[in-house]
T-cell receptor
Framework: AQKITQTQPGMFVQEKEAVTLDCTYD???????LFWYKQPSSGEMIFLIY??????QNATEGRYSLNFQKARKSANLVISASQLGDSAMYFCAMRDRNYGQNFVFGPGTRLSVLP | NAGVTQTPKFQVLKTGQSMTLQCAQD?????MSWYRQDPGMGLRLIHY???????DQGEVPNGYNVSRSTTEDFPLRLLSAAPSQTSVYFC??????????????FGQGTRLTVV
């Protein structure tokens, strides 16, 4: 099965600063995608950004970007100009063909943005 | 647009009781799945389905049953609740036709406490 590792249980960042949340993965599939989700304290899961293994460029969505290093099997999320509303849990995820292409998730990183 | 509707939002059960968590999606998605979220462990896959009539076990299936009689509905049954099943449960769906980049859509979650 695919495995996703997020080694930072918790992170702090000052408002307006940039922060990088780490994600490494293990897969033998030649074609795959990495997803990042945000879970605020209200509990819902919000899709943020996607990176495909064959994408020529790193994905960007507004203040979110991915630092994708395929050879290292890492897909780190970069949040620029942090805002108080960015305080949340962040999960890295990918589809797993061992589970019918349903998603598997990393343990998550809790980000706290300080005023 | 309802998306993924999950009920109930909160539930308290006594040890040994049974219950069904309901999940319905209106996006005609082939893939549906159930996760449990526990602190420090991310979202772990309980059961999944790749289409009506097809279900299979995920990472942590013990104590749970599922069925998928229609594309829309994917209920999760707790057979005999145990305190270890105290958790937050999420239902998710995603499209097969979207390929590897199709994101997962989540219900609002169910906070279950077993006493």
């Amino acid at each position: 099965a695919q495995k996703i590792t997020q080694t930072q249980p918790g992170m702090f960042v000052q408002e307006k600063e940039a922060v990088t949340l780490d994600c490494t993965y293990d897969t033998s599939d030649p074609s795959y995608g990495l997803f990042w989700y945000k879970q605020p304290s209200s509990g819902e899961m919000i899709f943020l950004i996607y990176q495909g293994s064959y994408d020529q460029q790193n994905a960007t969505e507004g203040r979110y970007s991915l630092n994708f290093q395929k050879a290292r099997k890492s897909a780190n999320l970069v949040i620029s100009a942090s805002q108080l509303g960015d305080s949340a849990m962040y999960f890295c995820a990918m589809r797993d063909r061992n589970y019918g292409q349903n998603f598997v998730f990393g343990p998550g990183t809790r980000l706290s943005v300080l005023p | 647009n309802a998306g993924v509707t999950q009920t109930p939002k909160f539930q308290v059960l006594k040890t040994g009781q049974s219950m069904t968590l309901q999940c319905a999606q209106d996006m005609n998605h082939e893939y549906m799945s159930w996760y449990r979220q526990d602190p420090g462990m991310g979202l772990r896959l309980i059961h999944y389905s790749v289409g009506a009539g097809i279900t299979d076990q995920g990472e942590v299936p013990n104590g749970y049953n599922v069925s998928r009689s229609t594309t829309e509905d994917f209920p999760l049954r707790l057979l005999s609740a145990a305190p270890s099943q105290t958790s937050v449960y999420f239902c998710a769906s995603s499209s097969r036709t979207g390929g590897v980049k199709a994101e997962a859509f989540f219900g609002q979650g169910t906070r279950l406490t077993v006493v």
